[in-house]
């Protein structure tokens, strides 16, 4: 793979596996680009060659999986959450260069109108960026951010930016309206798939996501000066635009898609004013599927991942692994993983990931023995490993996120499941029932060297 830090070299790998389909006719931006990529949900990043009303090419669906994901890092699907909670821990700061090819067309003029930004969903009133990295920094600190929200066009130059009041840009748009200033801001699109991820993270104020995003690829992110604000800008982007959020001045934004896969309204969001567009000559715009569609849950669900693994190993060290599931929208539903795990633990586990991301409403505790990933595995380990009057915990009125379908004043009843074995449940153990393990091994390796590759994903 190409070292460019761009989703270029990505779409190379896709394309030479079979999984970009290309679209040469002619689409429309107002719902029809929008039902193809929700039509494909769980297939082919889709390329759209030709959209209706702009020179720029489109992509989407491109980080629709786990296998998606590990393929972008050049790693497989078991190692993602451990290496974002490797690059957590040891960020790497940004290289400032000169030049990017970012910047090889600049437009002052109207520099939303190029766009082909997609109207998605029937009850939003407008086209929405969705695939934006906002970069900021912190009024106070002067210490950077990274992070994803999407901004409702206006008109070529205003848009409104949806931000939840409790994110660090949110922070940091009011901070620098109580100086009596705008926030200035730049949106990369078509960045890097690890520098999409860390800009999910779940960090502290201060910490910043672009450094975690280096950790990710192995190298610093190239950032070159911005041309009309005083931020740095991934230089190997497809496109950046330029501007400033000003929480002095409110837009009404009217209903919204959510990752529940259902509307919100939300009330005003903030004015931001774009300044500039810069991209590279033969720009690709990339579009993410909002509300309850894959890429958005697994971008969501696979940083969230890593952050709660880091929280929680403060106060449980033996956890193996975090995942956070589709059915949660790769938000509110999460499964940990626990090895040998000693009595109380499974509660501290718990109220350590409510703690730790407001959003989480249900957690599930298993051994070591169940994949957290797999749906079925922690089902079971739910009906066969628990007495539910013991090991069902009830947190009502808790603190949640705006964006939490069923919540009311900000609460909502959160559930623990301690589906963990205890020794004293069953005289009969806990062993499963299986051949012996020289058999199966035997019996796997002749299947795998007799059956056709793509007929080998059921084996176990």
Known sequence: MSDRQSIRPFLAVLEKDG?????????????????????????????????????????GNLLNSRARIASALGLSPSDIVPRIHEAIRAPVKPL??????VQEIVETEAPLAQLPVPRFFEREERPYITAGVILARDP???????????FVIHDGRTAMVGIAPNHHLALFSRRAAEAGKALQIVVAIGAHPAIQLAACLYLGVGDDEIECAGSLLGAPVRMV?????DLLVPADAEIVLEGEIDARQPLEEGFVSEYHGMYENYGPGFRTTFSALTHTKDAIYQAI???????????????IAASLRSAI????????DVAVTEAGAGRTDIVVQLEAPRPGQARRAIFAAFAAVSLVKRVTVVDADIDPWDPVAVDWARVNRMKLERDLL????AGTDRSES???????????FDATAKASDRVEGIERALPPQAQRDAARTWLMNNLPSERRGWLK
């Open 19 to 59: 999984a970009l389909l290309r679209v040469p006719k002619p689409v429309d931006r107002e719902f029809e680009l929008s039902a193809f990529l929700s039509a494909a949900d769980a297939g082919p990043a889709l390329l759209f060659e030709s959209v209706k009303g702009s020179s720029l090419r489109v992509v």
């Open 225 to 229: 000066p911005a041309k009309t604000v």
């Open 289 to 303: 599927e909002p509300g309850y569609h894959r890429e958005h849950v697994y971008l969501g669900a696979l940083p």
């Open 406 to 416: 069923m919540e009311d004043g900000g609460l909502v009843t959160k559930a623990g």
């Open 96 to 101: 400032r260069v000169a030049t990017g090819v």
């Open 394 to 397: 009830l947190v009502p009125h």
């Open 313 to 320: 190993a403060v106060v449980v060290p033996n956890v193996r």
């Open 140 to 150: 106070h600190t002067g210490r950077g951010n990274a992070s994803f929200a999407r």
